[in-house]
């Protein structure tokens, strides 16, 4: 969709290190939060925010961080949002397995729900969430990297006051060492890539060009605003799976009840994401490639 050629180790990388951003994630929820937050709050309101403000803060940072540590290969937001999308994707297969391993000692039905629950709820959730902390990074690393370039003299600007618009580029043959279009006659060079261009149209681009100027949900500009929208977003899900639990449990429901509400709650969740999902995608989409304007 996004359109850019991604080498096979680049794309295991990302995933592991979203795996491994797994591991101080869960140290933070199971150790470090009960232990500060139980020295002001008692066992039971520990256990309701847990997963409504230690697992949104502690989870986005440590996957932000992770997604950071690939700042070299961040050059615009698509990038930053592909690499942002597969770290979260490793870090819901990692934290997927832990949950749903644990299940199976609560039995059959808590296992299947918690199945059904983590492999289809929180693996988009994610994936999206981190995926707009690396959009943000990718806008700052872009325009911090244009203002280097800018800023960057070379022996045929020192002393000139030329614009980059002004700037004359020509393209040059490799085989003939001429310039292409520099004959005005119907001798002139052609490169061997405008040819291609002309006669060929790649598959792969004709997804991305039916979705460029779709619009789109705004991309975050900055990856701490990012952060926040993941927080935000992972706070929300975590928040009102927690709510319908305390609301459920207040009304005397059965097991069997809760287990169909929380199952079409999580119906719910789940096409929200994907549909957010979605105007996200094509924001991102319609953001400016690096060098571009």
Not at 11 to 17: F, I, K, N, R
Not at 258 to 287: D, E, H, K, Q
Request: proline share 6%.
């Amino acid at each position: 969709r996004l359109g850019l050629h991604t080498r096979q180790r680049e794309a295991e990388s990302w995933l592991v290190a979203g795996m491994l951003s797994a591991i101080p994630a869960l140290t933070i929820n199971s150790m470090i939060f009960p232990i500060v937050a139980g020295t002001i709050f008692s066992d039971y309101m520990v256990e309701l925010l847990l997963p409504v403000v230690s697992a949104p803060i502690g989870e986005e940072i440590c996957k932000g961080l992770f997604v950071l540590a690939f700042y070299s290969s961040i050059d615009s937001p698509k990038r930053g949002f592909q690499i942002g999308f597969t770290v979260g994707l490793g870090f819901a297969m990692l934290e997927n397995l832990i949950y749903i391993l644990s299940s199976a000692f609560g039995g059959p039905i808590a296992f299947t729900m918690t199945a059904l629950v983590r492999g289809i709820g929180s693996i988009p959730g994610h994936a999206f969430w981190t995926g707009l902390t690396g959009t943000g990074l990718g806008w700052y690393l872009m325009t911090q990297k244009a203002k280097g370039r800018m800023g960057v003299q070379t022996p045929e600007t020192v002393g000139e006051k030329k614009d980059v618009a002004q700037l004359d580029w020509k393209l040059l043959d490799p085989k003939s060492g001429e310039f292409v279009g520099e004959d005005e006659s119907n001798s002139a060079v052609v490169a061997p890539a405008t040819q291609l261009l002309g006669e060929f149209r790649l598959p792969l681009l004709e997804p991305m060009s039916k979705l460029e100027g779709l619009g789109g949900l705004p991309t975050p500009k900055h990856p701490i605003i990012g952060l926040l929208l993941a927080m935000a977003g992972h706070a929300f899900w975590n928040g009102s799976l927690t709510l319908l639990g305390l609301v459920a449990e207040a009304a005397n429901l059965s097991e069997f009840q809760i287990g169909i509400i929380f199952v079409i709650w999580s119906a719910v969740l789940v096409t929200g994401i994907l549909l957010i999902g979605w105007g996200i995608i094509r924001g991102v989409i319609n953001t400016p490639n690096p060098h571009s304007g």
